[in-house]
């Protein structure tokens, strides 16, 4: 009872009051890991918590210790806990596709904790930078944020990003989350982020910072098109487009990025399922491929095989096709509730079920899950002062910036100057935006920028929605934007797209600007009195070519979706702090192209017989509103050819073709026969333009038609280089004649053509005669 007397007595009581609150949320949001040895000293006669002995040796310790049940338990997205054997519940699904996001269930924000995470933009738009540096960059910050969200418990280790599916359509909903169509760009940039994700900073090839995954894998690109969902499609592909297309990325995701996971899609390949597709996985991924990972269904893949695809009878059934098939991990139960009874019944082997275990737990080894208390580890000192900083908030803004597109620039409109501007117009459904900024698989950003505010920070703005929504179904607030048009120096129309018109699961059915949005820029550039700026917020391309014909309109730019820091990005554009360098990732189509073309088709090539266009600028053929690759600046840029040979003659291997030089048209372009051989091209490029940039230089080839539906124009390189006003800079690419120049012939195999390739950079071309 001293205890009440002392005047110190409600202090107390409050600071205990605080402290088991503080108790309680540590609790809560506390990391999980295996192996807490500091609490439970038992835990140390057990090899896998043993960290001086190699990975293979502590998994295979731990998965003879596991029952079957047990082993099911931990190959699904919400694992079960072992407590006799130390080991916590774990949740495999979290998501990293441009910034930490809590759409997976084991990453989430707390106000408390971590109330939002860096939001860079949208995977389609950081593509347009042709910035692998940046790229790598992205990824580097992206996982330090998720390593710090980690040891503070809320999120996971294991995150299920990037998307590398081909954006072969523009109407598909999650185009925006891909690098774009070319398969080159994707897988580039696929290993890039993959590579920032993963490598820790000691070099450490055994360890892993955060685990990564691409996906989907593989011929995904079609969500919910009129009558046709992903939960029923059956991708019918080639060979050809198979492997020159749909499945390089994944196989340089594993080949070059040593990415921890490959993640099968729902759509069945050519009347298969994906993850239940041996030769797609064990044969192919795990086989050829070599994966030094764990395989992942899609999320409920399992039960979409059974329920909607009917493809078993049972769903035991299902559960042994996938493991047979090589699937390692379950997102869903199926494999958790299923599994046991599959075994008991001979559908598949306990074998099996090990595998899948020890892929699994190998990568959470590998990322010191069983290493006990993380705080006591590499990144241990991480936590919630390392997300949202300063820097990385300026980077999402760096690289909204140099993924922004200018398309029209008619008078060199653009720039332009502040001190000119005395009130400018903004006017459109995105010119406020902000969740539209950020797209699909986004969480909860530090803050946003939005147009609106970016543009409002340098000069005097006057504001009209025009549409109050991106439908812009109504014309009634069409007449106050055109009024404030006529008054304004200058106009910004900020139109596009949002999640209601393309997202997961939702697919555009058409590719113009929703509703009415047409005639609002119209109407406003009819009647605005200066200059008008068109800026197309957006996933996919959108067919603008009545503005790119309309005099009025005198620029236009696209900014994708540009993340938390895209209005001030707009504005750096705009106003001339930043000369534009983006080029699109992906050709914009005109309207009469999805009139003709339907989505289900999965043929990259074209079909003359059948007036079938083709896909992807390496394919169709047919017009354009904007090619893939295409982008202006504030500078002009001059290509100069250096060096680059007339001639190659092929080395090849002993016995290995029985070519004759007079009847040769292709070799085998497989190590086994083409020779090592590779040639440099050397330029320069000279800004003649009074402004600093950064500028994409392309390098492209057009190979001789002497294989079968060969590219008409394939991307082999690209570089990004930064140039002062006048200044001169020399650009080299070392070319490998084998691997680069080769294309893949009708049954899926890579050859060489000989003859006349043609290389392209910019407007400069020159041809290279190959021969044996």
């Not at 000293?41 to 310790?61: I, M, W, Y």
């Not at 090589?326 to 075994?343: E, Q, R, Y």
């Not at 294989?707 to 082999?716: A, G, H, R």
Request: aromatic share 8%; proline share 5%; charged share 20%.
């Amino acid at each position: 009872m001293a205890s009440q007397t002392n005047p110190h007595f409600p202090l107390l009581l409050a600071i205990a009051f605080l402290l088991s609150i503080f108790l309680s949320v540590s609790a809560q949001y506390s990391p999980r890991f295996a192996c807490d040895t500091d609490k439970n000293p038992g835990l140390k006669k057990f090899l896998f918590c043993n960290t001086s002995l190699d990975v293979k040796t502590r998994v295979n310790d731990l998965v003879n210790m596991m029952t079957l049940q047990e082993k099911a338990g931990s190959i699904v997205s919400v694992a079960d806990s072992i407590d006799r054997l130390g080991i916590p519940s774990y949740g495999w699904w979290s998501e990293a596709l441009h910034g930490v996001s809590d759409t997976g269930p084991a990453t989430w924000f707390n106000k408390t904790v971590v109330p939002g995470a860096t939001s860079y933009p949208q995977v389609i738009l950081t593509a347009a930078s042709f910035n692998e540096s940046l790229w790598n960059l992205l990824g580097k910050v992206v996982s330090t944020e998720a390593r710090a969200m980690y040891n503070t418990g809320v999120a996971g280790l294991t995150f299920w990003s990037p998307n590398v599916n081909i954006f072969r359509d523009p109407r598909w909903g999650r185009g925006q989350e891909t690098p774009g169509e070319d398969p080159l760009v994707a897988s580039r940039y696929g290993v890039a982020y993959v590579k920032g994700l993963q490598e820790t900073e000691d070099g450490d090839e055994d360890r892993l910072k955060i685990g990564a995954c691409c996906k989907h894998y593989t011929a995904y690109d079609l969500d919910n098109w009129t009558s046709v969902d992903r939960f029923h499609f059956n991708a019918i592909v080639t060979q050809q487009d198979l492997e020159d297309t749909y499945n390089l990325p994944f196989k340089k995701c594993v080949l070059d990025g040593n990415v921890a996971s490959i993640m099968c899609s729902f759509n069945k390949v050519n009347g298969v399922p994906a993850c239940g597709d041996k030769e797609l996985l064990e044969d192919t991924v795990r086989g050829k491929w070599k994966l030094n990972g764990y395989i992942s269904s899609d999320c409920d893949s399992l039960d979409v095989m059974f329920k909607d695809m009917r493809y078993e009878k049972t769903p035991e059934e299902v559960t042994a096709d996938a493991l047979n098939a090589g699937l390692d991990l379950n997102c869903g139960d199926s494999l958790k509730n299923f599994t046991a009874s599959a075994v008991k019944k001979g559908l598949v082997n306990e074998t099996m079920v090990n595998r899948a275990v020890t892929n699994s737990f190998t990568t959470l080894m590998r990322l010191g899950f069983f290493d006990g208390n993380p705080s006591k580890q590499m990144y241990g000192k991480l936590g919630k002062k390392d997300v949202c900083t300063k820097a990385n908030q300026d980077l999402a803004r760096e690289t909204a910036r140099q993924g922004i597109v200018l398309l029209k620039n008619n008078l060199a409109s653009l720039p332009l100057l502040p001190s000119d501007i005395k009130s400018l117009a903004v006017i459109g459904p995105n010119a406020n935006a902000t969740v539209a900024m950020i797209g699909n698989y986004a969480g909860i950003p530090c803050k946003y920028t939005t147009p609106l505010q970016g543009l409002s920070d340098s000069v005097k703005t006057i504001y009209e929605e025009g549409c109050d929504h991106v439908m812009c179904n109504s014309t009634e607030g069409f007449e106050k934007a055109k009024n404030i048009a006529a008054k304004a120096d200058a106009v910004v129309l900020v139109m596009g797209t949002d999640l209601s018109i393309e997202h997961e699961a939702l697919d555009r059915t058409e590719i113009d600007f929703p509703g009415q949005q047409n005639l609002l820029v119209s109407e406003v550039a009819y009647a605005a009195r200066g200059p008008v700026i068109l800026v197309v917020m957006s996933g996919g391309g959108i067919d603008v070519s009545f503005a790119k014909c309309n005099p009025k309109v005198t620029s236009i730019m696209w900014v994708g979706l540009p993340g938390q820091e895209g209005g001030g990005a707009l504005a750096d554009v705009i106003f001339g702090r930043y000369n534009p360098g983006g080029r699109l990732p992906m050709t914009w189509y005109p309207r009469s192209y999805t009139d003709t073309v339907t989505m289900s088709n999965m043929n990259m090539r074209a079909d003359p017989s059948t007036g079938y266009p083709g896909r992807s600028y390496r394919f169709y053929r047919g017009e354009t509103v904007y090619p893939f690759g295409y982008g202006l600046s504030y500078s002009l840029y001059v290509h100069h050819l250096v060096k680059a040979p007339k001639q190659l003659t092929i080395s090849l291997k002993k016995a290995a073709t029985k070519c004759s030089k007079s009847t040769c048209k292709s070799i085998d372009a497989t190590d086994k026969v083409c020779g090592s051989q590779s040639f440099d091209v050397e330029i320069t490029v000279t800004n003649i333009g009074k402004m600093a940039g950064s500028h994409s230089v392309l390098l492209f080839s057009y190979p001789p038609q002497v294989i079968y539906n060969s590219p008409q124009k394939q991307l082999l390189d690209f570089k990004r280089v930064q140039l002062g006003p006048w200044n001169q800079t020399s650009v080299k690419f070392k070319v490998d004649v084998c691997k680069q120049l080769s294309v893949v012939d009708k049954d899926g195999n890579m050859r060489l053509p000989l003859g006349r390739h043609v290389l392209q950079i910019g407007d400069l071309k020159h041809s290279i005669n190959l021969k044996i």
